[in-house]
């Protein structure tokens, strides 16, 4: 077997591009776990976005992007909202009282509800028994984390299901901006997506009292690094690899990081946090795994072929043609 050489600059950006979005994202979970040992959740997500938002902002207009219209940021701020503020909010809500691998398993379900979603909503591809048998085994493996057994209690229900909302919500977000008027650079479009998120999350921060109860005094280091390497990280350089690997791999292959992303996870929440897994939630992760590899790799139904016109429909062509 032969590898890819690795000598053109195309090549090893792909490579790096593909590290960034396994790496970071990986990581991310982690770090969450690290910035909410002192700060409180939703002002910790507005500081990450509003930094990684302005950096990225100011990047791509001085890279020759047009300037974004009202339009443009109507459109964004509803996508923002919706993606960063509600999905990341939730997830940042969640993981106070679960752990990060858990919560990396279970945001693995974002390719289950594109499926489901795509399907009910936008009335794209019909769903093939590969995908049906996907999306079952997905939403049963994290019945099994919430579900009685053995180690009943240790993985709190509410923590997850806060996780399953915010999949849930970044997939709506997705799909709702294929709708809407936004920039034609996908890199500015993300910019203002992470801007207006991280606006809202601060007002949401400030609304409920998250920051007149913040103890200045008690914040740890370690808490302020972390949310500064979720910016410059995760959000900044993954995001923008992100993006870029969609413009030039294959989907199929970038949708590997729905598979990926969860073992960083729960490797370096063991080696770093000293998370440990119980045989009921490393069952419940493999299960939901299994199922998000049976819909990236499900190839797209044909589409059913257009049934022989009868000899009176072909009579009838024949005399309109002439």
């Not at 100011?58 to 509600?86: D, E, K, Q």
């Amino acid at each position: 077997m032969s590898f890819p050489r690795l000598s053109s600059p195309a090549a090893g950006r792909m490579v790096a591009s593909f590290a960034a979005v396994y790496l970071l994202w990986g990581s991310s979970y982690l770090a969450i776990h690290f910035a909410l040992e002192t700060l409180p959740p939703l002002l910790a997500a507005g500081m990450r976005f509003i930094t990684a938002g302005s950096l990225l902002y100011l990047l791509v207009r001085r890279g020759g992007a047009r300037p974004p219209t009202r339009l443009h940021w109507r459109s964004t701020f509803i996508t923002g909202t919706i993606m960063f503020c509600v999905a990341n909010g939730s997830l940042m809500l969640g993981q106070r009282s679960i752990p990060s691998g858990v919560a990396a398993t279970v945001n693995a379900l974002v390719p289950l509800w594109f499926a489901l979603l795509g399907w009910l909503w936008l009335a794209e591809d019909r769903l093939s028994p590969r995908v049906i048998i996907g999306l079952v085994t997905g939403f049963g493996g994290v019945a099994l984390l919430v579900g009685p057994g053995e180690s009943a209690g240790t993985i709190d229900a509410t923590g997850v299901l806060f996780v399953v909302f915010s999949t849930l919500s970044w997939t709506f977000g997705s799909l709702l901006s294929r709708k809407l008027p936004l920039p034609d650079s996908p890199l500015l479009t993300a910019a203002m997506n992470l801007l207006t998120g991280g606006i809202m999350l601060l007002l949401v921060s400030l609304l409920t009292g998250e920051i007149a109860r913040l103890d200045v005094a008690a914040i740890s280091a370690r808490s302020v690094l972390a949310v500064l390497y979720l910016a410059l990280g995760p959000s900044l350089t993954g995001f923008s690899s992100y993006m870029w690997l969609l413009a030039n791999a294959p989907a199929n292959r970038v949708a590997t990081y729905g598979y990926v992303n969860p073992m960083i996870a729960v490797f370096l929440g063991w080696l770093l946090a000293g998370e440990t897994l119980t045989p009921e939630t490393l069952l419940a992760s493999i299960v939901i795994i299994a199922s998000v590899v049976l819909i990236t790799t499900a190839r797209k139904p044909k589409a059913a072929a257009a049934p022989p016109l009868t000899i009176r429909a072909r009579l009838r062509a024949l005399a309109q043609r002439t």
